[in-house]
């Protein structure tokens, strides 16, 4: 298909686990191997699971390492963050955390140079997280990926009806979401709140078809009738939509995250 011109600069994408959600991520990364030198610096926004955060903390951490290879985190970017009292280190955060560690591999895939700012939330209005991070969407050599699933927990037809409530909500930019609908809830209004100052437009896919073909294979995934979290991929470009959609894949080792170092 044609690609816009303007590559994106939001990626909402999933958490999940690669079992259930690498494919739909991978079509949101897929985005950038056009733009695999345009970006330096990534800012990595995930929902805490495992730490009680008030705020956003940021790592004391030099580098993350997965099986391939080591990424460094920009500190001077995480100094500049601390001079708002939203955000205060806290490594525990970091030391389990998945929302931020899945992303990883896909942008070692994808990206040339480049390093990382993670941040995990907990309690935070998402227009203070927006506030917080505006100053990035200046940064022509930053992007901004969104970590955040669909529902959780609920039987299949139930989450089916939630989760397309929750895509329409963000095909239309309405920052409302709330913790039922996502696991990043926060984030994702937060990301929707930024698109909107920038007057960005986020996609998913353009073919519903294929929107349902994910889902059910996510579906297919367990046996019984609780569903696995579903998820889909939201870039967020400048301008206008492509008509079409891509599908990208990305290819992992099977070792495990020995996580930040």
Same mark, same amino acid.
């Given at each position: 298909?044609?690609?816009?011109?303007?590559?994106?600069?939001?990626?909402?994408?999933?958490?999940?686990?690669? =079992?259930?959600?690498?494919?739909?991520?991978?079509?949101?990364?897929?985005?950038?191997?056009?733009?695999?030198?345009?970006?330096?610096?990534?800012?990595?926004?995930?929902?805490?699971?495992?730490?009680?955060?008030?705020?956003?903390?940021?790592?004391?951490?030099?580098?993350?390492?997965?099986?391939?290879?080591?990424?460094?985190?920009?500190?001077? =970017?995480?100094?500049?963050?601390?001079?708002?009292?939203?955000?205060?280190?806290?490594?525990?955060?970091?030391?389990?955390?998945?929302?931020?560690?899945?992303?990883?591999?896909?942008?070692?895939?994808?990206?040339?140079?480049?390093?990382?700012?993670?941040?995990?939330?907990?309690?935070?209005?998402?227009? =203070?997280?927006?506030?917080?991070?505006?100053?990035?969407?200046?940064?022509?050599?930053?992007?901004?990926?969104?970590?955040?699933?669909?529902?959780?927990?609920?039987?299949?037809?139930?989450?089916? =009806?939630?989760?397309?409530?929750?895509?329409?909500?963000?095909?239309?930019?309405?920052?409302?979401?709330?913790?039922?609908?996502?696991?990043?809830?926060?984030?994702?209004?937060?990301?929707?709140?930024?698109?909107?100052?920038?007057?960005?437009?986020?996609?998913?896919?353009?073919?519903?078809?294929?929107?349902?073909?994910?889902?059910?294979?996510?579906?297919?995934?367990?046996?019984?009738?609780?569903?696995?979290?579903?998820?889909?991929?939201?870039?967020?470009?400048?301008?206008?939509?492509?008509?079409?959609?891509?599908?990208?894949?990305?290819?992992?080792?099977?070792?495990?995250?020995?996580?930040?170092?």
């Amino acid at each position: 298909y044609e690609r816009n011109v303007r590559k994106s600069k939001i990626l909402i994408v999933p958490h999940a686990g690669y =079992k259930y959600s690498a494919q739909v991520a991978a079509s949101a990364y897929g985005e950038l191997l056009k733009y695999a030198d345009s970006f330096s610096n990534v800012v990595i926004v995930g929902p805490a699971h495992y730490v009680s955060i008030n705020g956003v903390a940021v790592p004391r951490y030099d580098y993350f390492k997965t099986p391939l290879g080591k990424i460094a985190v920009n500190q001077d =970017k995480v100094k500049d963050l601390l001079n708002n009292n939203l955000f205060s280190y806290n490594d525990n955060a970091f030391a389990k955390e998945h929302s931020i560690e899945v992303q990883l591999p896909f942008l070692q895939k994808v990206l040339h140079k480049f390093k990382i700012i993670p941040l995990v939330y907990g309690n935070v209005e998402p227009k =203070k997280l927006a506030e917080g991070l505006r100053d990035f969407l200046y940064d022509e050599d930053t992007l901004l990926v969104f970590s955040a699933d669909l529902s959780h927990y609920f039987k299949a037809d139930k989450a089916e =009806k939630i989760d397309a409530h929750t895509a329409r909500m963000i095909d239309l930019g309405n920052a409302g979401l709330d913790k039922e609908m996502s696991c990043g809830a926060e984030g994702i209004n937060a990301a929707l709140l930024l698109a909107k100052e920038m007057q960005m437009k986020g996609y998913t896919y353009q073919d519903e078809t294929k929107r349902h073909q994910l889902i059910s294979e996510q579906l297919n995934c367990k046996k019984d009738t609780i569903k696995p979290t579903l998820t889909f991929p939201i870039p967020f470009i400048a301008n206008n939509p492509p008509t079409k959609a891509k599908r990208a894949y990305c290819i992992f080792p099977k070792a495990p995250f020995t996580g930040p170092i």
